[in-house]
């Protein structure tokens, strides 16, 4: 399944807040520093990403298209999607929203791509 990208979806936190309670998610704040780009990979559960601050790309690993992402956009990641964050060059902060709570070393654990 590929990843869905809404350019300019918010304005503001509590736009973000109230669209994880409508999807009944879980919301957690996470900040990629400086780095190259992440290796393809996936996650178990969906995950709704809100770029609150910075920019950088998404690979989009079936159709091979990096689209770049900027504050107020947002991207859905279907469980089990191949994908990548793109190099960051500050910093990107995100609200992350997911199906369910989870522990620090299971949230966002990145799978490999040959075990999909």
């Given at each position: 399944?590929?990843?869905?990208?809404?350019?300019q979806?918010?304005?503001?936190?509590?736009?973000?807040?109230?669209?994880?309670?409508?999807?009944?998610?879980w919301?957690?704040?996470?900040?990629?520093?400086?780095?190259?780009?992440?290796?393809?990979?996936?996650?178990?559960?969906?995950?709704?990403?809100?770029?609150?601050?910075?920019?950088?790309?998404f690979?989009?690993?079936?159709?091979?298209?990096?689209?770049?992402?900027?504050?107020?956009?947002?991207?859905?990641?279907?469980?089990?999607?191949?994908?990548?964050?793109?190099?960051?060059?500050?910093?990107?902060?995100?609200?992350?929203?997911?199906?369910?709570?989870?522990?620090?070393?299971?949230?966002?654990?990145?799978?490999?791509?040959?075990?999909?």
């Amino acid at each position: 399944m590929p990843l869905h990208f809404s350019p300019q979806f918010f304005k503001t936190r509590a736009d973000v807040l109230d669209d994880v309670k409508a999807n009944e998610t879980w919301p957690t704040t996470f900040v990629s520093g400086p780095s190259d780009a992440l290796p393809v990979h996936w996650h178990l559960d969906e995950v709704h990403a809100y770029i609150m601050e910075g920019e950088t790309d998404f690979l989009d690993a079936e159709s091979g298209k990096q689209t770049p992402v900027v504050a107020g956009d947002k991207i859905i990641i279907p469980a089990r999607t191949l994908h990548a964050e793109g190099a960051v060059k500050d910093r990107v902060v995100y609200i992350l929203a997911l199906p369910q709570p989870l522990a620090g070393d299971d949230f966002l654990a990145m799978h490999d791509p040959d075990t999909i």
